[in-house]
């Protein structure tokens, strides 16, 4: 009889991973635009990609912070990579930095969505002020709109490209202090499945990556994570980002996946079928009209 014992620990989230550890891919040749780019995952995203042999191109509102991001990559990597300070809210800045990096690096290959706000005061939503409000919901869905929309022609005209979309456990659960950014998060992720189902047929893909929970600026913002320690490694982002750029993930194409509990060697055997991992009502039983 096999002996009773306390069960294993539960694995933190840096001891779990990847069985065949994150993806190898050779993406030289490739371009990548990651918004968000001057701190937390952005930062670590543009690192991963340009080691991966990309031409990468950062954007963010804060030029210095930026830059000096982008030459450290540079420096660290040997890749070419750019600068374009831009705020993603604002049109003519969005369609002038895409321009400004189709120019220098040649046509993105990959855009990951990625630059976005969170509510600053922490109150209920009828407390909240309605411009911070207004500018969270628009930094993530008018940033992933207008960013897609100034990069995804291209993409269909060469028939390849991936978006990613950085999405969030409020993307499909709401948090009463944070409204703006739960509102914000089911916005973007709606936008991605809108954008693949538009895709579909051809070789431009679009999918919503949910980081967990990484140590951020952002994070370190914010009352809920006070205290906590069990923070997903950025690598475990980069490992999923890397595997969609590398197209081992394609099947996933309009569907949510989450850094640091899908495990890339599942993932990549799986083709999702029906609705799954995309935003749906919940039947309350058989007889339910909606189901
Ligand atoms: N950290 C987590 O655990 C976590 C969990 C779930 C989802 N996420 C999502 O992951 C993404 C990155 O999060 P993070 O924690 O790395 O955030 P962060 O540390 O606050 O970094 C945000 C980045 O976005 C840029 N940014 C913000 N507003 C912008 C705008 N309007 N235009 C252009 N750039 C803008 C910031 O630079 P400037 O201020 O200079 O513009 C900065 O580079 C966000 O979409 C966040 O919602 C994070």
Same mark, same amino acid.
């Given at each position: 009889m096999a002996e009773k014992g306390p069960p294993p620990p539960h694995p933190s989230q840096a001891q779990r991973g990847t069985r065949e550890g994150a993806a190898q891919a050779d993406l030289s040749g490739q371009v990548a635009l990651v918004t968000g780019a001057s701190t937390g995952i952005g930062r670590h995203l543009v690192e991963a990609l340009a080691s991966h042999g990309m031409a990468v191109a950062g954007l963010a509102r804060g030029e210095e912070r930026l830059r000096a991001a982008m030459d450290e990559v540079s420096a660290t990597t040997g890749a070419r990579t750019l600068a374009v300070a831009a705020d993603v809210t604002d049109r003519a800045s969005v369609e002038a930095a895409v321009e400004r990096v189709v120019e220098q690096l040649g046509q993105v290959d990959l855009l990951v969505n990625n630059a976005g706000l969170i509510d600053a005061l922490e109150v209920p939503l009828w407390e909240a002020d309605p411009d911070q409000w207004w500018d969270v919901v628009s930094s993530h869905v008018k940033g992933g709109f207008l960013l897609s929309r100034a990069v995804v022609p291209w993409m269909v005209l060469r028939n390849r490209g991936r978006v990613v979309n950085i999405a969030s456990g409020m993307s499909v659960r709401a948090r009463p202090e944070y409204s703006a950014y739960s509102v914000a998060k089911t916005g973007l992720m709606r936008m991605t499945e809108a954008l693949a189902a538009a895709l579909e047929g051809s070789d431009v893909r679009a999918f919503d990556v949910s980081p967990g929970a990484v140590d951020t600026p952002m994070t370190r913002s @914010?009352? @809920?994570?006070?205290?906590?320690?069990d923070w997903t490694p950025p690598e475990r982002v980069v490992e999923m980002v890397l595997a969609i750029a590398a197209g081992e993930l394609d099947a996933w194409s309009g569907r949510f996946l989450r850094a640091g509990a899908d495990e890339l060697h599942v993932v990549r055997g799986v083709t999702p079928e029906r609705d799954a991992r995309q935003l749906r009502l919940v039947p309350y039983g058989d007889v339910d009209p909606l189901a």
């Amino acid at each position: 009889m096999a002996e009773k014992g306390p069960p294993p620990p539960h694995p933190s989230q840096a001891q779990r991973g990847t069985r065949e550890g994150a993806a190898q891919a050779d993406l030289s040749g490739q371009v990548a635009l990651v918004t968000g780019a001057s701190t937390g995952i952005g930062r670590h995203l543009v690192e991963a990609l340009a080691s991966h042999g990309m031409a990468v191109a950062g954007l963010a509102r804060g030029e210095e912070r930026l830059r000096a991001a982008m030459d450290e990559v540079s420096a660290t990597t040997g890749a070419r990579t750019l600068a374009v300070a831009a705020d993603v809210t604002d049109r003519a800045s969005v369609e002038a930095a895409v321009e400004r990096v189709v120019e220098q690096l040649g046509q993105v290959d990959l855009l990951v969505n990625n630059a976005g706000l969170i509510d600053a005061l922490e109150v209920p939503l009828w407390e909240a002020d309605p411009d911070q409000w207004w500018d969270v919901v628009s930094s993530h869905v008018k940033g992933g709109f207008l960013l897609s929309r100034a990069v995804v022609p291209w993409m269909v005209l060469r028939n390849r490209g991936r978006v990613v979309n950085i999405a969030s456990g409020m993307s499909v659960r709401a948090r009463p202090e944070y409204s703006a950014y739960s509102v914000a998060k089911t916005g973007l992720m709606r936008m991605t499945e809108a954008l693949a189902a538009a895709l579909e047929g051809s070789d431009v893909r679009a999918f919503d990556v949910s980081p967990g929970a990484v140590d951020t600026p952002m994070t370190r913002s @914010m009352a @809920m994570w006070q205290g906590f320690e069990d923070w997903t490694p950025p690598e475990r982002v980069v490992e999923m980002v890397l595997a969609i750029a590398a197209g081992e993930l394609d099947a996933w194409s309009g569907r949510f996946l989450r850094a640091g509990a899908d495990e890339l060697h599942v993932v990549r055997g799986v083709t999702p079928e029906r609705d799954a991992r995309q935003l749906r009502l919940v039947p309350y039983g058989d007889v339910d009209p909606l189901a």
